[in-house]
């Protein structure tokens, strides 16, 4: 079955970095279209970053343009969000996604604050 683990997440100082992955497993990685979801408390879920299966960057939210980078390794399953110069905005739990499949992993919590 279809599996999403997100990892790297933690506290961090306002203007530090983290790094979150996330491990796919029970689909062909490649040929998908993936995305990083977040969501604060008290707020819907929303698109932080989406990119296409060869890698090409389809979205990337206002609000995090030019600061968080989307990538992905086809050959080790895995989508990652490097995000940097973080906010206390930024506060959220951190989600992947597949495009076409209605699965969620667990999340990772993102705290940014001093």
């Known amino acids: 079955q279809v599996q999403l683990v997100e990892s790297g997440g933690g506290l961090v100082q306002p203007g530090g970095s983290l790094r979150l992955s996330c491990a796919c497993s029970g689909f062909t990685f490649s040929v998908y279209t993936m995305s990083w979801y977040r969501q604060a408390p008290g707020k819907e879920r929303e698109l932080a970053a989406r990119?296409?299966?060869?890698?090409?960057?389809?979205n990337i939210a206002d609000s995090v343009k030019g600061r968080f980078t989307i990538s992905r390794d086809n050959g080790k399953n895995t989508l990652y969000l490097q995000m940097n110069s973080l906010k206390p905005d930024d506060t959220a739990v951190y989600y992947c996604?597949?495009?076409?499949?209605?699965?969620w992993g667990q999340g990772t919590q993102v705290t940014v604050s001093t």
């Open positions: 996604k597949a495009s076409g499949y209605p699965v």
């Open positions: 990119i296409g299966p060869a890698g090409e960057i389809i």
